[in-house]
């Protein structure tokens, strides 16, 4: 069975600091991986994906995240935030049937 | 950039009704899916489709769900007989394959309350 973990469902950095964002995953076969986020009272919007072509994926927005099959791992990361990423993020795993994380909801501190 | 619509944004019915959520998918795209996200809870995998029929369904996609594609714009959700605990946002989401390079594209969802 897959499944994905997200921790922490509340994070908040200051304007201009590093995000980090975790996420790990459990898959029997090799997974394709995706983070999402959702800005209120909107739907999921594509971040970036996860193929196997690339470990560090590059993202919109500045976003990145690398895939580390080692650690089980996908966290998604920004070197400086912006006051517009306030939003929640989702972690997903799949193809045909997406399982998601519980989501992290992103705040920026002026 | 093409987006995926859904219709109502927000759906208010007694329980025991019937109701119906729509969604327009992208046009190039073959794949649709529905998935719900429960107040606080994560989103759920409801159910895909693709050339007319269900390709997979979760244990949540029981007898009162159905969907259907009945035009070439149009894909549908209906819930039978609503229950209370079907109170939740549900998203319609389009993909042109069922690979991974060509991810799912949401729509905004339409939230659903049963009374």
């Known amino acids: 069975a897959q499944s994905v973990t997200q921790l922490g469902s509340h994070v908040s950095v200051s304007e201009g600091a590093l995000v980090l964002l975790r996420c790990n995953y459990s898959s029997s076969v090799p997974p394709y991986l995706f983070w999402y986020v959702q800005y209120p009272n909107q739907g999921l919007q594509l971040l970036l994906k996860?193929?196997?072509?690339?470990?560090l994926v590059k993202g919109i927005n500045g976003f990145e995240a690398e895939f580390k099959k080692s650690e089980t791992s996908f966290h998604l990361t920004k070197p400086s935030a912006h006051m517009s990423d306030a939003a929640e993020y989702f972690c997903?795993?799949?193809?045909?049937?997406?399982?998601f994380g519980t989501g992290t909801r992103l705040t920026i501190i002026p | 950039e093409p987006e995926v619509t859904q219709t109502p944004s927000h759906q208010v019915t007694q329980m025991g009704q019937e109701v119906i959520l729509r969604c327009v998918p992208i046009?190039?795209?073959?794949?649709f899916y529905w998935y719900r996200q429960i107040l606080g809870q994560k989103v759920e995998f409801l159910v895909s489709?693709?050339?007319?029929?269900?390709?997979?369904k979760s244990e949540i996609f029981d007898d009162q769900f159905s969907v259907e594609r009945p035009d070439g714009s149009n894909f549908t959700l209906k819930i039978r007989s609503t229950k209370l605990e079907d109170s939740a946002m549900y998203f319609c989401?389009?993909?042109?394959?069922?690979?991974?390079?060509?991810?799912?594209?949401f729509g905004d969802g339409t939230r659903l309350s049963i009374l």
């Open positions: 489709f693709y050339n007319n029929e269900i390709s997979e």
């Open positions: 046009s190039n795209h073959l794949y």
């Open positions: 997903a795993l799949g193809n045909e049937k997406l399982t």
């Open positions: 996860y193929t196997s072509a690339a470990t």
């Open positions: 989401a389009s993909s042109e394959a069922m690979i991974s390079n060509q991810p799912q594209h």
